[in-house]
């Protein structure tokens, strides 16, 4: 079955307006200082693979564009209508990225087949573990990092497992938040999950499966299309964090980027071995992995302002990332505070691709969003 451009568009339009009620569900209603002012969420509508067809502009996180579900999906054996999966383990899935971001999924049935996943992350004020908020640049372990869950059922059928949210709320020092962010979240997948029902009913089952895959489809076209109007080359870079409080000395990221046609390798191989404060960016050799191409969606976003801002934007990304590096690190590595090295990260990423196009991409920057 084939979708026409005009139908595509307006599928586009209707998931991103899904994706932002889900935000706006869980803005509002959320309890922590970290999800209502900082928005250190987020909210996706996946497909049935768990790769991300939707986000929203305006709320949350902007970083997770391209992030997938697929592996920590692969390790629930079934999914039945109204259960809801979660993880916050950084080394099971690789899906979290640091044990205070609880990661949650549900799926969505029509006739008795999987067609679609709401997902979404909280960050939780507090996962118990050596310190208050469970992060700090002096821890050595993830096992100092809190109470890990590998994926497991949180609801089974639409009913909690009262067990698993006693062992949760036990280890944590605020457990009233994080029971009312957790609630929020549910309710975001929920309101997600009406917003896919009432498209599948606009537009059939089948318009609805195949407009998904078409969009990501698109927007690897579109990503390509940027790609092949860099000059084909490599482009090295290289930048520190400078906050290992351990070590004593800058944590060195270096990439070299090859530009081959309408696709593109980063190359992270000179980057320093991983280090024993909590910089370590956990990616599971994840040659996509969202945190590796956070900086490559700002820079496709800055290149092209009307990017379909979905999974199909990875497509033509291939990542190397050795294991045992900062940016792949062996368990039970510390992890808690890798935002300070993904800050660099961007910024060494926007480096390479302005060395090969200076004229069009800003100076190498840290903290960048896409609003």
């Known amino acids: 079955m084939t979708i026409d451009k005009i139908t595509l568009q307006v599928l586009a339009n209707h998931t991103r307006a899904a994706a932002e009620s889900m935000a706006y569900t869980l803005h509002r209603t959320a309890y922590s200082t970290f999800v209502k002012e900082t928005q250190d969420f987020s909210v996706t509508l996946l497909d049935a693979a768990g790769s991300t067809i939707a986000v929203p502009m305006d709320l949350g996180a902007t970083w997770f564009p391209g992030i997938s579900y697929a592996r920590a999906m692969a390790l629930i054996p079934s999914y039945e209508p109204e259960d809801i999966a979660f993880t916050n383990d950084p080394y099971s899935g690789f899906l979290a990225t640091h044990t205070p971001d609880l990661h949650l999924w549900k799926p969505i049935f029509h006739d008795g087949e999987v067609v679609c996943f709401t997902g979404g992350h909280i960050h939780n004020t507090d996962m118990g573990g050596a310190v208050?908020?469970?992060?700090?640049?002096?821890?050595?372990?993830?096992?100092?990092?809190?109470v890990r869950?590998?994926?497991?059922?949180?609801?089974?059928?639409?009913?909690?497992?009262?067990?698993?949210?006693?062992?949760?709320?036990?280890?944590?020092?605020k457990p009233e938040q994080n029971l009312g962010d957790l609630k929020a979240l549910v309710g975001a997948?929920?309101?997600?999950?009406?917003?896919?029902?009432?498209?599948?009913?606009?537009?059939?089952?089948?318009?609805?499966?195949?407009?998904?895959?078409g969009l990501l489809?698109?927007?690897?076209h579109q990503a390509r299309e940027i790609l092949s109007s860099i000059p084909d080359g490599e482009y090295s870079f290289c930048d520190y964090a400078d906050e290992?409080?351990?070590g004593g000395h800058p944590c060195r990221l270096a990439l070299k980027l090859r530009i081959e046609g309408d696709s593109a390798v980063l190359d992270f191989t000179d980057s320093d071995p991983q280090v024993m404060a909590s910089l370590n960016v956990p990616t599971g050799s994840d040659p996509r992995h969202t945190l590796l191409l956070v900086g490559v969606y700002y820079?496709?976003?800055?290149?092209?302002?009307?990017?379909?801002?979905?999974?199909?934007?990875?497509?033509?990304f291939t990542c190397i990332a050795p294991e045992g590096s900062i940016l792949n690190p062996t368990f039970p590595a510390a992890v808690g505070m890798r935002s300070l090295t993904c800050a660099r990260l961007r910024s060494l990423i926007f480096g390479a691709f302005a060395q090969a196009i200076p004229e069009r991409m800003p100076t190498a920057a840290g903290n960048v969003g896409l609003r």
């Open 189 to 213: 997948l929920r309101t997600g999950e009406r917003k896919v029902k009432a498209m599948i009913d606009k537009f059939g089952v089948k318009t609805f499966k195949t407009g998904l895959a």
């Open 217 to 220: 489809d698109y927007a690897e």
């Open 132 to 146: 208050p908020a469970s992060l700090s640049r002096s821890l050595t372990e993830v096992h100092q990092e809190g």
């Open 149 to 173: 869950f590998p994926p497991m059922k949180l609801y089974r059928r639409g009913e909690i497992n009262e067990e698993i949210l006693k062992v949760m709320l036990l280890n944590v020092r």
């Open 299 to 316: 820079v496709l976003y800055t290149l092209n302002p009307g990017l379909l801002l979905n999974a199909g934007l990875t497509r033509p």
């Open 244 to 246: 290992d409080v351990i």
